[in-house]
């Protein structure tokens, strides 16, 4: 199981970025991907996540109106769409999936519950 972060970096408050996480070694149908974030000196938070089944979403209301998760199965591969980008919304950005796991807003304020990750992206928001 490998999951890979990238499309991260600088952008100035107000402008827009597009993360992704390619999977591999499992298929983004059968398992949850969550999208989580870790600000400097501050602990990881959730952001989004895509159920495996339906292709359900989830946000938190941090992100909810600006971020927008959304999965291509063909190419194995969960995007983080984030626009309205605020300086507060700087930090590593990192997906995650779980063979346990269910995408809903109370599994993504459980970042440990998510047993594999991905290296994360930087996104610096400038003011």
């Known amino acids: 199981v490998q999951l890979q972060a990238s499309g991260g970096g600088l952008v100035q408050s107000g402008g827009s970025l597009r993360l992704s996480c390619k999977a591999s070694?499992?298929?983004?149908?059968?398992?949850?991907i969550g999208w989580f974030r870790q600000a400097p000196g501050k602990e990881r938070e959730g952001v989004s996540c895509v159920s495996s089944n339906d292709g359900s979403t989830s946000s938190t209301d941090t992100v909810k109106g600006r971020f927008t998760i959304s999965r291509d199965r063909a190419r194995n591969t969960v995007y983080l769409q984030m626009n309205s980008l605020k300086p507060e919304d700087t930090a590593v950005y990192y997906c995650a999936t779980d063979f346990e796991a269910r995408c809903s807003v109370s599994s993504l304020q459980n970042y440990y519950a998510w047993g594999y990750w991905g290296k994360g992206a930087l996104v610096t928001v400038s003011s």
């Open positions: 070694g499992f298929s983004v149908d059968n398992y949850p």
